[in-house]
């Protein structure tokens, strides 16, 4: 078993409800059991879309005896499913599921940059892995001197938090 984390995000219709079929699905996959799971943060569109609704964010945390590529293949059929469709990059989606780390692998490939190439950069991602890995650092990388110099006023937790049966 490796430890992973994926990132998950919703910016159309019922975000918060989005989230929580995606975190189920996630819990449903072959020899996958999730081990933490973030609360829900919300933060507006990169890039000044102004024209998109604010994300809902999270993360989760698996243990998996699935690849890498196998847990990619997963995320993309799980956001296939719940009829993700990939118009045009940075565009509004019902669901995102992006595999941010993957214990003792780092990959770059056109299908699969590990760890995530932007996470380091991104504030709904580090709040988010924070609440993950309270010290700063997950499998591979260590984090907290990036969350420390980011500017995180753009990014609110909210008070909903997914509870898994």
């Known amino acids: 078993m490796s430890e992973a984390v994926v990132g998950l995000g919703s910016n159309l219709g019922d975000k918060s409800g989005y989230l929580l079929e995606a975190v189920q699905a996630l819990s449903r996959l072959p020899g996958t ?50 009829g993700r469709v990939r118009a045009a990059k940075g565009a509004a989606r019902v669901i995102d599921l992006d595999l941010l780390l993957y214990e003792g692998v780092k990959n770059e490939s056109f299908e699969l940059s590990l760890p995530h190439p932007r996470l380091l950069q991104r504030a709904f991602v580090l709040l988010p892995l924070k609440e993950l890995y309270p010290a700063g650092r997950a499998p591979g990388i260590f984090f907290e001197p990036y969350l420390k110099e980011m500017d995180t006023g753009g990014v609110q937790k909210l008070s909903q938090r997914i509870e898994m049966d």
């Open 33 to 82: 059991k999730i081990t933490g799971i973030s609360a829900i943060y919300a933060s507006k569109p990169e890039n000044g879309l102004s024209d998109q609704e604010d994300y809902q964010n999270m993360a989760v945390k698996v243990d998996t005896g699935m690849s890498p590529m196998a847990l990619l293949g997963a995320c993309l059929g799980i956001e296939a499913s719940m």
